[in-house]
Nanobody, 123 residues
Framework: VQLQAYGGGLVQAGGSLRLSCAAS????????MGWFRQAPGKERELVAT????????YYTDSVKGRFTISRDNAKNTVNLQMNSLKPEDTAVYYC?????????????????WGQGTLVTVSS
């Protein structure tokens, strides 16, 4: 699976952004998809994941209630709707794919990565 993330940009605190990730490959619909982020000077962290069927999602505590992950297997896309953005959400955001035979809860589970898109939230 090859991935390309886009949709980042500069937004004021309290605003919204929608990130998208376009995937190529016939096996996309079987993969768990995830969004990670890496802030300056910090380690990359898992933000959200979604099961291949879309019926199970995971969010890190800091984004619960503000971010929503979704996918469209017919279009080979996964999205991250980010609302009520905070300056601490500033980071490079990466989409990633985990094959169906792993749990998809650790960074090491994700074998395919997009190039990253920068989100900057100003205060």
């Amino acid at each position: 699976v090859q991935l390309q993330a886009y949709g980042g940009g500069l937004v004021q605190a309290g605003g919204s952004l929608r990130l998208s990730c376009a995937a190529s490959g016939r096996t996309f619909s079987t993969y768990r998809m995830g969004w990670f982020r890496q802030a300056p000077g910090k380690e990359r962290e898992l933000v959200a994941t979604i099961r291949w069927s879309g019926d199970s999602t995971y969010y890190t505590d800091s984004v619960k209630g503000r971010f929503t992950i979704s996918r469209d297997n017919a279009k080979n896309t996964v999205n991250l709707q980010m609302n009520s953005l905070k300056p601490e959400d500033t980071a490079v955001y990466y989409c990633a794919a985990a094959p169906p035979w792993v749990a998809g809860t650790l960074e090491a589970d994700f074998s395919s990565w997009g190039q990253g898109t920068l989100v900057t939230v100003s205060s």
